[in-house]
């Protein structure tokens, strides 16, 4: 049997992944690929100590040389995360001639451009399906099955811990801290879990995907970027009363040749295809101008299912190797479009405010919005506190910014007590949308 020589940079949740899924589909992989895919050396830390069954202690390292000086290595895994070392040990390999594969989205959505390229320029790939959706194929789909498509919008739920959380405050009426405190519990959140709380996960994400969807290098700076902290079991009471449910979702969209790029919590209506995704399941909804609407669906991380889709990409480069690329791994160097200011986007809003208990404060609150071009498309107000009555608009379509400047000015209003959320939410139609 024809063997492909392959070093492994860590031996972590998806390093481990990709050793025993080598082993249990090892027959499968060698009718699809033609070869047999044997990991030479393996990247350890020191004092490291295997949880993954077989590994022999001669494949392991702790010296980066011997998997980079190694002849007989043609391709390079790299799973052991962060920007430093990943980034420059990355980029050595693709100087010693040895084709990459990552699942590193954070590094590729800082620094992808720069290790494309690198990779082109030496005549390499650099292949990085798990780093979006891990076992959910979307990346290579993106460059190859869509690529005779324009691709106008892209809405995806690109984490599975905070969908998680949010299924859970939804079917079981708790709050946010709760559902974090037995995610964590459970291991399906972080000790520190703020890179995916706070969207930082999902704008990473975004960005690989907007890069590659609408050919520009798009900037991580670019992607606003908000958490789920803020949600209240109420807002997700509102929502389901309004025929809604709240995702956190990164929305992509080209309009008018401009680029909306965002990570927020949002309304959809219940019946939208992303509203059925629960749990930590991750989804991302695709609408290419030949195509239509697509929807890929799956499980966004794991040992295996992430092992799944970085191994597909092992398979992917021993087929197309001998092929010198001329593309450049989806990226693109010149910028061809502008991303737009947040403060541009139009949309349609939830707020929800506390107000005191007086008659005439949603008049004024509504007479304030028109002055701003923001119009009421529902309003609800019921319920009684001795803190106030809570009152709920959804707008129709404004610009951001009068909405911040109309919510400004409602703050002053004597009667107001809070503003306890605001929520975009997601129609379906896009104006310029053909
Ligand atoms: N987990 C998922 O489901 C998933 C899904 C999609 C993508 N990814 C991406 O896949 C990559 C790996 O994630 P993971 O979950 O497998 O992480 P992990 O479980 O923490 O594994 C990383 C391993 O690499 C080791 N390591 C770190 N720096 C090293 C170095 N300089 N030299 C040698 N070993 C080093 C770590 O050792 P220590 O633990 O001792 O630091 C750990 O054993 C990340 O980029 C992540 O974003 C993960």
């Not at 697509?294 to 001998?322: E, Q």
Request: charged share 25%.
């Amino acid at each position: 049997m024809k063997k492909i020589k392959v070093g492994l940079m860590g031996l972590g949740t998806v390093g481990g992944g990709v050793w025993d899924v080598l082993r249990m589909n090892r027959d499968e992989i060698i009718r699809n690929c033609g070869y047999e895919i044997k990991i030479e050396k393996i990247l350890v830390k020191e004092g490291f100590k295997p949880k993954v069954s077989g590994v022999s202690k001669d494949k392991l390292t702790h010296n980066f040389d011997d998997i980079v000086e190694n002849d007989e290595i043609e391709i390079v895994i790299e799973l052991i995360g962060g920007i430093e070392p990943a980034r420059e040990y990355i980029l050595r390999a693709i100087k010693a001639g040895k084709h990459v594969v990552t699942a590193n989205k954070a590094l590729l959505a800082q620094h992808g451009v720069e290790l494309s390229k690198a990779a082109y320029e030496a005549g390499v790939r650099l292949s990085y399906e798990a780093s979006v959706a891990g076992g959910v194929p979307i990346i290579n789909p993106l460059k190859e099955s869509l690529g005779a498509n324009k691709i106008k919008k892209i809405m995806g739920i690109l984490n599975g811990t905070t969908n998680y959380i949010l299924t859970k405050m939804t079917n079981e009426n708790v709050d946010f801290h709760t559902v974090l405190k037995e995610a964590q519990d459970m291991g399906y959140a972080e000790a520190d879990p703020t890179a995916d709380v706070e969207g930082f996960d999902a704008a990473h994400k975004l960005t690989i995907l907007s890069t590659l969807a609408f050919g520009t290098p798009v900037k991580f700076k670019d992607v606003h970027r908000e958490g789920i902290t803020k949600i209240n079991p109420l807002d997700i009471e509102y929502a389901r009363e309004l025929g809604y449910v709240i995702k956190l979702l990164g929305i992509a969209k080209e309009i008018d040749g401009e680029l909306e790029l965002r990570v927020h919590p949002t309304f959809i209506p219940k019946n939208h295809p992303l509203a059925a995704v629960n749990d930590s399941f991750n989804a991302v909804f695709v609408k290419g101008n030949a195509v239509g609407d697509l929807m890929f669906y799956g499980r966004g991380a794991g040992d295996l299912p992430t092992a799944s889709a970085v191994i597909s990409d092992v398979m992917d480069i021993i087929k197309k190797r001998s092929l010198k690329p001329n593309l450049k791994n989806g990226f693109s160097y010149e910028p061809t479009k502008k991303a737009k200011p947040m403060g541009e986007i139009v949309n349609e809003y939830y707020i929800r405010f506390m107000v005191k208990d007086i008659p005439g404060v949603l008049g004024k609150i509504a007479t304030l919005f028109g002055e701003y071009n923001v119009s009421l498309s529902s309003v609800i107000q019921k319920g009684r506190s001795e803190r106030g009555v809570p009152l709920v608009f959804i707008t129709h379509e404004a610009r951001e910014s009068d909405i911040q400047k109309a919510l400004q000015e409602v703050n002053s209003i004597d009667e107001v007590i809070e503003i306890g959320n605001i929520i975009r939410v997601e129609n379906g139609q896009e104006r310029g949308e053909q």
